[in-house]
């Protein structure tokens, strides 16, 4: 194990972002630089660990501290319960992700006029949780942190939402906590089942005791059983077709900067899970609940893509995108492959941009033409051009065009259930051209074509706006043409995850 | 079976909440009625008893001070007995006690003044023995010291015709179950020919008379842990007694009742699971459900907060009656944990809604609209105990409901279910303490879930009605409007759930130990 430091940087991360949320509420007319120095500080400390990050060097989470937290009793002597974080190459991407998106969320709303306190608070709060879900290295800790998550959301989507808000952050709050809640029981069950001292799934014990974690000594219908709960509670987040109907009223009730950390953020944490628990440590389970696991992913994928295809509000179309997004995701993590996890986790980090930045345009194109209505607007491109622009961008990279960010974790993505399932990749493909299908049209609609429905005093993009989305604009190019700045960190702990479990391959047992 | 006088020092924490009584009748013979001198008092008085009993157990940086002589905890002498499992209960009780007489200096003065404070005392007392009891004679005793100090208590205004009615009800139906007690411990006696609690432990199940009799017996303390179906009294009786009354009821009484029942029962479960095998615990677990169950459901439709509040505080039951129908040391533990969280949080919950009145805020959960920004402080607090009581993290209830539930899926099998059942309810219950934060936070709120236009057709901006940024000068106002003491128990509540939350590393060491020693080494 290599403990980096004490304490980790890890810690100074999420002290310093909840301090900073904190210090935020009570910052008056200051909050929002309050809430974008955090933001930029805390992506100040991800950038040192990225470039601190030692690449290849063992199969071991790194910067980890373990602090002993509560003795719970329970098994045989008691099972220990630390204070335990530490990152690998899983993890590193969603952390660099998150306060990029805190930055952009924070630079959109700069003028907000409603409570601005209260709503850079909680976005920061948001930020400082998520950071925690992304370091969590135990089990009780990961679970407080994903609870904790939910609760500035609501408030975000509750008070400085759209008109149904409402209903929408308590449909948002009930529905994943209900999942959280299945997922915990399997969680619990895991720990006794598997006889495990600690609720410790990595930081604290070296790579031979992490193949020892040997959940196989569960028998193969508990596992499944363990595994469907795990499965259910983590893809309700992602969200997986058929507990999607969330996702919808959720996002399109958000306010512009809380859908942006919502399906930025929120629903990788599913997938997150998926990688980090449940196929790792329950390999009867993966292994025999597949067909169910592929058929929920061609499922999402197709269904996400038409669903989309039918929509006439732009943000709720965004919104539908992101469950076919996820589907890929889902279906590369169920490939189990060192490839397939390797794009589950670039198509995250890819998702998480992109549609960070449809969210933003969704947002701009409601306030500029006062509605969100896809056929009631024509001919943006002559009065908006600024806008329309980042529109087609925003569009051709969720499509997965070249040199964009999605192209090559879309690519990854299929390439990888070439290799495993051959034909059948034609199924998703199919969704991949409903997808550039419904984009198209839209823009066509949307950006071409005779003006219709423009106000007299259409004005475009203000300077914030702009910022926030050419930040998002420079780093989808960027990453779209050296994919291999953030690549680099994920297929060692891809191997890691998808072969080192249970006394694997021995590739496990040396440094590579 | 003898007493000895010189051991007397054992007793201290008993003794010094004894002298507070004596005191404040003195103070009201000497014509002294006001609330900052009497309730301050009262409050000096449980809170050197509270600090003795922490020194009992020797928590840091008490632990020198201990009264209790060597080699006093678990050994049973007469009717009494003390283990560390009763002084943690001591300790919850004293609490429940002090937290009210602090807050209650705020309220109004008048010659009832001194009444309430000695009934305090006095229920406080009850419950100090109940707590080291290890007969089930003396255990029925001292609940009926508290008993009848409570009925007293929620009648005591004497004006307020909804209080009076209140205490009428709440005297018969306790009265009545009082007597169901007795007579089921006469038939314990004709069973086993004794009433001591531990010896009931190794007794074998000889006959289906000890049966009814732990059955009677459950049905009296679980009229006052208002486990279903014996919760219908506690609703109304809530509801019409003054504020800082139903926070003693919900934090204070309503465990006494509880741990008589662990009490009881840690000898019944074991009597009977060698004769019939899981009936009790299938049957313990049962009510369990069907209280949290219940208590949920009946608060989702609730439309005055004391109301939502009394169901709420029941279905909380529920959780913590797991702790014995699981009955392994983490369970016992989970409760314990998850019954000192209830203590802060409900009698934190009846407090604010107690002085809502000083702020301006009407009976009603609608009243509570944007209560959260215009009174900033009571606000806050109210929202952490509203999210511990659902059980978020980083508080002090999602500790003890996940150390129950994991407990529960420990024992694995058919508690799993409980906990399923519990963890079920749990999501229930967000529903409506989201639905209150939903009204504090968000002022504009409909109340009709689906209220609202086309998605498309207003600006999803949130530009417009801005609330005003909370301001030191509100805070002035709020603590005007509750009292500086209610104000500062409120907020010192809302921290201690926090704090514990986050580190309850030393509770959760001390009830383990606790739980461990009574389910093994005898009561």
């Not at chain 1, 947002?363 to 033409?369: E, N």
């Not at chain 2, 009748?25 to 009262?42: E, K, P």
């Amino acid at each position: 194990m290599s403990v980096f430091a004490y304490p980790s940087p890890l810690t100074d991360l999420l002290a310093i972002s909840l301090v900073g949320a904190a210090a935020t509420f009570f910052a008056g007319k200051w909050a929002r630089w309050v809430a974008l120095t955090t933001a930029a500080v805390s992506l100040g400390i991800v950038i040192w660990v990225m470039v601190n990050f030692q690449l290849g060097t063992a199969f071991d989470y790194q910067f980890v501290q373990v602090v002993p937290w509560l003795t719970l009793s329970g098994g045989s002597g008691g099972i220990g319960v630390n204070y335990t974080v530490g990152i690998d190459g899983i993890s590193l991407p969603f952390l660099l992700l998150s306060p990029i998106l805190t930055i952009v969320s924070v630079v959109y709303h700069w003028n907000e006029t409603k409570n601005p306190a209260g709503f850079f608070g909680l976005v920061g709060l948001t930020n400082a949780g998520l950071f925690g879900v992304f370091v969590s290295l135990d089990i009780l800790l990961f679970f407080a942190f994903w609870e904790i998550v939910l609760i500035p959301m609501f408030f975000l989507i509750g008070h400085w939402g759209g008109p149904r808000r409402h209903y929408a952050s308590i449909k948002f709050f009930v529905y994943t906590h209900v999942a959280s809640v299945v997922t915990l029981v399997a969680l619990f069950a895991m720990v006794f089942l598997g006889g495990w001292s600690s609720m410790d799934f990595g930081g604290s014990i070296s790579t031979a005791q992490v193949a020892a974690l040997d959940t196989k000594n569960i028998m193969v219908v508990p596992q499944v059983l363990l595994f469907g709960a795990m499965f259910f509670g983590f893809g309700v987040k992602l969200p997986m077709v058929p507990f999607h109907t969330w996702l919808p009223d959720a996002h399109v009730e958000a306010p512009t900067g809380g859908s942006v950390l919502l399906a930025g953020m929120l629903l990788k944490m599913g997938a997150y899970g998926l990688i980090r628990i449940a196929f790792p440590l329950l390999p009867y389970g993966h292994v025999n609940a597949e067909p169910v696991v592929l058929g929920i992913a061609f499922l999402s994928i197709i269904w996400g893509a038409f669903l989309s295809l039918s929509q006439r509000d732009l943000k709720r179309m965004v919104a539908y995108s992101s469950i076919n997004h996820m589907g890929i995701v889902l279906l590369a993590i169920a490939l189990w492959t060192q490839l397939s996890v390797t794009a589950a986790v670039l198509l995250m980090f890819a998702h998480g941009l992109v549609s960070g930045l449809l969210f933003l345009l969704s947002g701009s194109v409601h306030h500029t033409y006062g509605t969100r209505d896809i056929p009631s607007i024509g001919g943006m491109n002559s009065r908006t051009p600024a806008l329309t622009t980042m529109l087609m961008i925003g569009s051709l990279a969720s499509l997965g065009l070249p040199a964009l960010v999605s192209f090559p974790a879309e690519f990854s993505a299929f390439l990888a259930t070439w290799e495993a399932l051959r034909w059948w990749v034609f199924l998703p493909l199919l969704g991949l051209v409903v997808t550039a299908g419904f984009y198209l049209w839209m823009l066509q609609r949307m950006a071409f074509g005779p003006p219709r429905g423009i106000p007299d005093k259409a004005t475009d993009l203000p300077f914030n706006e702009m910022i926030s989305m050419g930040l998002l604009v420079a780093l989808i190019v960027l990453y779209g043409i050296l994919p291999y700045l953030i690549v680099q960190f994920i297929p060692h702990a891809a191997i890691f995850a998808t072969q080192c479990f249970h006394g694997g391959s021995t590739v496990c047992t040396s440094t590579p | 079976m003898s007493f000895d006088i010189p051991s007397i020092a054992q007793y201290t924490p008993e003794a010094t909440v004894f002298i507070g009584v004596i005191l404040v009748f003195m103070l009201d013979v000497a014509g002294i009625r006001s609330r900052a001198i009497i309730g301050g008092a009262t409050s000096i008085f449980l809170l050197l008893a509270f600090l003795q009993v922490l020194a009992d157990l020797g928590s840091w940086p008490l632990q020198g001070l201990s009264t209790l002589p060597a080699g006093l905890l678990g050994t049973q002498n007469g009717p009494v007995i003390f283990t560390n499992f009763g002084l943690i209960f001591q300790g919850i009780f004293l609490l429940s006690a002090l937290l009210v007489a602090l807050a209650s200096v705020s309220e109004a003065d008048g010659e009832e003044v001194p009444t309430f404070y000695a009934l305090l005392s006095l229920a406080a007392l009850g419950m100090l023995f109940v707590a080291i009891s290890a007969d089930l004679i003396f255990l029925l005793l001292s609940v009926e010291i508290t008993g009848i100090a409570t009925y007293v208590m929620v009648g005591y205004t004497r004006k307020d015709r909804r209080a009076v009615e209140a205490a009428m009800k709440f005297y018969i139906i306790g009265a009545l179950s009082t007597a169901i007690s007795f007579f089921g411990a006469s038939l314990l006696y004709g069973a086993y020919g004794t009433t001591s609690l531990t010896a009931f432990r190794a007794l074998p199940a000889n006959s289906s008379l000890a049966l009814v009799g732990f059955g009677m017996v459950a049905v009296g303390l679980g009229f006052k842990a208002t486990l279903v179906p014996f919760h219908m009294w506690a609703v109304d009786v809530y509801d019409g007694a003054p504020a800082s009354v139903s926070a003693f009821l919900a934090a204070g009484s309503k465990k006494m009742g509880l741990f008589g029942i662990f009490i009881v029962f840690v000898a019944a479960v074991r009597i009977f699971a060698s004769a019939q095998g899981f009936a009790l615990y299938l049957a313990l677990g049962a009510l369990a459900v069907i209280t949290m169950t219940v208590g949920n459901v009946m608060a989702l439709e609730q439309t005055t907060m004391k109301r939502m509040l009394a169901y709420s505080s029941i279905a909380q039951a529920g959780y913590m009656l797991l702790g014995i129908a699981i009955d392994t040391p983490a369970a016992l533990a989970g409760a314990t944990l998850q019954i000192t969280a209830d203590v802060l949080m409900k009698a934190g919950a009846f407090i604010v809604v107690g002085a809502a009145v000083g702020l301006g805020v009407g009976p009603l959960i609608t009243d509570w609209r944007g209560v959260g920004h215009s009174r900033p402080g009571i606000g806050a607090s109210f929202a952490i105990m509203l999210l511990s009581l659902a059980g978020m993290p980083l508080t002090l209830g999602f500790v003890g409901k996940f150390y129950l539930f994991f407990a529960a899926v420990e024992a694995g099998g058919y508690f799993t279910l409980l906990a399923i059942a519990g963890l079920l309810n749990s999501a229930l219950s967000v529903f409506y303490y989201a639905r209150i934060l939903r009204y504090m936070y968000m002022p504009e709120s409909t109340g009709s879930a689906t209220a609202g236009a086309h998605p498309l057709s207003h600006s999803s901006l949130g530009v417009g009605n801005a609330p005003a940024a909370p301001a030191w000068g509100s805070v002035r106002d709020e603590i005007r409007g509750t009292g500086s003491a209610r104000w500062a128990t409120v907020v010192g509540i809302a921290l201690l759930l926090l704090v514990l939350g986050i580190y309850p590393t030393p509770l959760i060491g001390a009830m383990n130990s606790a739980a461990q020693q009574f389910l093994t080494l005898g009561l």
